[in-house]
């Protein structure tokens, strides 16, 4: 999906699908949540009630979502490798890695060196099966 930026449902995260213009806030907006069925749910619209009366915006958040997934970049220019079994087929371009093109992670490269400035490792280190687009905290 490409990024519409005209189009809440297709904008960058965050958005101000759920604000409204407030000048009593630091930022000039308010969240505005939705609420679910309170007579079902009424801790749920409580919790929503309390969010809709800040701006979204707090140096020292609330909510965190911790993430610890791995991440598949470009998965086309950085593909799987297993003997001769290449995820997605069509990254069979771009196997000959040192012909750098644009997209492609690599050793020594931005991409590589920026997951790893964070922890992060990269799958294209994988002697057997190599799998170039992928970054994780486990290495896994």
């Not at 749910?41 to 965190?64: E, H, K, M, Y």
């Not at 079994?85 to 644009?102: E, H, M, T, W």
Request: glycine share 10%; with cysteine.
């Amino acid at each position: 999906m490409k990024i519409d930026t005209s189009s809440p449902d297709k904008g960058p995260f965050p958005s101000d699908r759920f604000t409204r213009l407030d000048f009593s806030q630091n930022t000039f907006l308010h969240v505005r949540l939705p609420k679910p069925d309170c007579n079902a749910r009424p801790s749920d619209c409580a919790d929503i009630d309390v969010l809709n009366t800040l701006d979204g915006f707090n140096v020292q958040p609330r909510i965190t979502v911790p993430f610890t997934g791995a991440i598949d970049v470009n998965t086309v220019e950085n593909p799987y490798v297993q003997g001769t079994d290449v995820r997605p087929a069509a990254g069979r371009a771009y196997l000959d890695r040192s012909r750098y093109r644009n997209g492609m992670a690599v050793a020594g490269g931005t991409l590589v060196r920026a997951f790893a400035s964070v922890g992060w490792l990269w799958g294209g280190r994988w002697a057997a099966s190599p799998d170039y687009q992928h970054f994780s905290r486990t290495g896994g």
